[in-house]
């Protein structure tokens, strides 16, 4: 059984259930902090456990423990554990502070990293789900908003039907090949290339399904109203945690598993990317709405991630690896801008709502500033390396076309982020937003300074994704 292999998701999934029986015995309201506390601690304590748990595959080849299921957890753990720190102040004053959102977010966690190191078709779907029900209700949790509500259905139906294509794609690969595990699959492939129609059908289901959680066109359709209706802590969640989680189940079905139909399934995978770069670098730059336009900005950044995957080469996965984490660092930051935007007490989120910051606030305009410059793509921020090394990657498998119209989309995009640029430092100044929290300043200023100095941990960062990458080939 080798049960030690899960000892992170276990030890998360225990305090999980500590943070609900803690809670359930406070006095309501004042549960949220001690509990944000427990969760945050947690977080850090798993994330050690995860560096040093050994590798190997354990519970009769359900579960796999690797360097390339390592760099992914690790991503995730960070990503829970500064959405809960964006949650400290944000909820407080939007009426969210309930315990269950930590707990939701810790067992969404969980969900997350089993689907990372799954080895069996049936563990992928048990740690989607479990992950994604959380993701429903957290989307939801503002009662009194009727955006958040709305988000919440919006999400839960459309999850709801993505799950189940992703289910009858598992339940046709099964059938057609006789087997569940990916080692299983990976044999019967490479011993027989000329599979049935049955087995294909299948696989693009369950491309489907993961094309929606990573909101990959022409998946993306939730993305936007989810993005704006949802809290932005969750949001700052949703679009990290479980597109990495997906992201990684991408990787290691398609290299794995699947790794020997790579001149049938390339071409599928380009065409998502074009797809995904043009559409959200387009759609973008008629948004009024911050939080809108990062979720078609996500989008986007999700196709230039799905470049690398589309070379099929270590150097593609290690691209797209290294991409995934500046992309962390640069929408959390970005995020924790958001969440501190509010006058008076009351959120705003118009992109107009951020005139004259540079003048009213000029340490955030700059932070905010740093993130855009990012995403666009621009030397030597954190973002410039993620693109260059997909774009790298693609040349090296003779993807041109890909790489043309990707560098011609990057230029597009980067016109809606230099407007907040703009807007910030340009335009005349409004009313200031209300003063920041500590937390929310400590997230900003974190992630602006690691997407700022990024270059300094280029090489060890490459070393690790290469190595990582490598596991995957193996």
């Known amino acids: 059984m080798n049960w030690t292999l899960a000892i992170p998701e276990i030890a998360l999934s225990i305090s999980g259930l500590i943070i609900l029986l803690w809670g359930a015995i406070q006095k309501k309201g004042n549960a949220f902090f001690p509990c944000a506390i427990l969760s945050i601690a947690a977080f850090v304590a798993v994330g050690f456990l995860t560096l040093t748990v050994s590798n190997g595959v354990g519970y009769n ?17 960070i990503a829970g554990f500064l959405s809960i720190i964006l949650s400290i102040d944000f909820n407080g004053k939007n009426d969210t502070n309930c315990f269950e959102y930590i707990a939701l977010i810790v067992f969404s966690t969980v969900g997350a990293m089993v689907m990372v190191s799954s080895n069996d078709l049936m563990t992928l779907y048990m740690g989607l789900e479990l992950s994604s029900l959380a993701l429903y209700v957290l989307c939801a949790i503002d009662r009194k908003n009727v955006f958040s509500a709305e988000s919440g259905v919006k999400y839960f139906v459309l999850g709801s039907v993505a799950s189940g294509i992703l289910l009858y794609g598992i339940s046709m690969i099964y059938g057609f090949s006789g087997g569940m595990g990916y080692s299983t699959i990976h044999q019967i492939i490479a011993s027989n290339h000329a599979l049935s129609a049955g087995f294909a059908v299948g696989l693009v289901f369950v491309l489907v399904g993961l ?22 802590p969750v949001t700052t969640f949703l679009s990290t945690a479980p597109k990495f989680a997906a992201f990684a189940l991408f990787l290691r079905l398609m290299i794995g598993p ?35 336009m990062m979720a078609y900005s996500s989008i986007s950044h999700m196709g230039f991630a799905l470049v690398g995957l ?7 996965v290690m691209g797209t690896l290294i991409y995934l984490t500046t992309y962390l660092f640069m929408n959390v930051g970005t995020f924790a801008v958001i969440a501190a935007m509010s006058r008076k007490g009351h959120v705003v ?5 951020l005139a004259g910051l540079g003048k009213t606030d000029p340490g955030i305009a700059t932070a905010m500033a740093i993130f855009m410059f990012s995403m666009a793509g621009v030397p030597p921020l954190a ?53 920041r929290s500590l937390s929310l300043s400590f997230v900003t200023f974190s992630m602006g300074t690691l997407t700022l100095v990024f270059m300094l941990f280029l090489s060890p960062m490459v070393q690790m994704g290469q190595i990582a990458a490598q596991s995957l080939f193996h």
């Open 383 to 435: 973002g410039f390396f993620g693109k260059f090394l997909v774009f790298k990657a693609a040349l090296g498998a003779d993807l041109y076309s890909l790489t043309i119209i990707g560098l011609l989309a990057s230029a597009v995009g980067a016109f809606f982020y230099l407007r907040i640029v703009k807007i910030m430092f340009f335009d005349k100044a409004v009313e200031a937003l209300d003063q």
């Open 61 to 77: 080849g359900l579960f796999i423990n690797d360097e390339f299921s390592r760099y992914m957890k690790l991503l995730i753990i």
């Open 258 to 292: 699947f790794g020997h139909l790579s001149p049938q399934w390339q071409l599928l995978i380009e065409v998502i990317a074009i797809l995904s770069i043009i559409i959200g670098s387009v759609g973008a730059i008629a948004q009024t709405n911050i939080k809108r």
């Open 310 to 316: 589309a070379a099929a080469t270590p150097d593609g």
């Open 211 to 232: 094309c929606f959680k990573i909101s990959a066109v022409p998946f993306h359709m939730w993305t936007p109203d989810v993005y704006q209706g949802a809290p932005t």
């Open 349 to 353: 989120e118009n992109i107009n709502d």
